[in-house]
């Protein structure tokens, strides 16, 4: 006999939907109040590549808008970034119902290390990866070439890294959930163990500049992450 509190496939999509289109106005508010901040928001995200530029380089634009456009699309990037909580808070509220009353437990202590993991991995693309990447490539250039990095194209590396470290971060409560709900065995993981390094690894290179340095940044973080997950895991069973 179905369980009456139970809700139909149907059910679950209006509610998914529904949350998609509550994260969906959020992220309009926070964007309407970072609007007036969009030039102190570009100074402050490419202060990376702007801090070290040789004397007499600068940044250019190499599109009629880009100067009014690029901004702009760093705002909505930052403000989804900083919608990324309520973000959480709608996705384990989306779960949740379907969790056994013991999971239960787990969704406020895996709701706030999504948020913190999440940062850190923006804030380690930000300030760790960014600055090493960027001074390898514009100090290994020749004496002949003057590097003039175009706006849009930085914008697109720092924000495709903020993205995949933030996500990347989230590995530990990943692992932890497949192992926790049964999906996944603990020691299965452990034999798969060198075959998930070699998908971090093929992650990386997709989701990361095509350079050695960031893929390496990435995948090893992945790595130990993992291994972070696998530590504070036990098994549905244990």
């Given at each position: 006999m179905n369980n009456p509190n139970e809700m139909s496939y149907v059910e679950h999509l209006?509610?998914?939907?529904?949350?998609?289109?509550?994260?969906?106005?959020?992220?309009?508010?926070?964007?309407?109040?970072?609007?007036?901040?969009?030039?102190?928001?570009y100074f402050f995200i490419s202060s990376p590549l702007t801090s070290i530029l040789p004397e007499g380089s600068n940044m250019i634009a190499t599109e009629v808008a880009s100067p009014f456009v690029a901004p702009l699309r760093l705002t909505i990037y930052c403000?989804?970034?900083l919608s990324?909580?309520?973000?959480?808070?709608?996705l384990?509220?989306?779960?949740?119902?379907?969790?056994?009353k013991k999971e239960r437990t787990f969704v406020l202590p895996l709701l706030i290390s999504s948020i913190i993991l999440f940062y850190a991995g923006v804030a380690f693309a930000f300030f760790i990866v960014s600055p090493i990447i960027l001074n390898f490539f514009i100090y290994s250039a020749p004496d002949s070439i003057q590097v003039m990095t175009d706006i849009n194209k930085y914008l697109n590396f720092v924000i495709k890294l903020f993205f995949a470290f933030g996500l990347?971060?989230?590995?530990?409560?990943?692992?932890?959930?497949?192992?926790t709900s049964g999906i996944a065995q603990k020691e299965?993981?452990?034999?798969?163990?060198?075959y998930l390094i070699v998908g971090f690894f093929f992650l990386a290179m997709l989701l990361t500049p095509p350079d050695i340095f960031s893929q390496l940044?990435?995948?090893?973080?992945?790595?130990?992450?993992?291994?972070?997950g696998l530590l504070i895991s036990k098994n549905?069973?244990?």
């Open positions: 209006r509610e998914f939907r529904s949350r998609l289109i509550r994260f969906f106005i959020f992220v309009c508010l926070v964007l309407i109040c970072c609007l007036p901040f969009a030039n102190e928001i403000a989804l970034i990324m909580p309520y973000c959480f808070i709608e384990w509220g989306f779960i949740s119902p379907g969790l056994y990347a971060f989230e590995i530990p409560v990943a692992t932890f959930l497949l192992i299965s993981l452990k034999k798969m163990r060198p940044f990435l995948a090893l973080p992945m790595w130990m992450l993992f291994e972070v549905k069973s244990d």
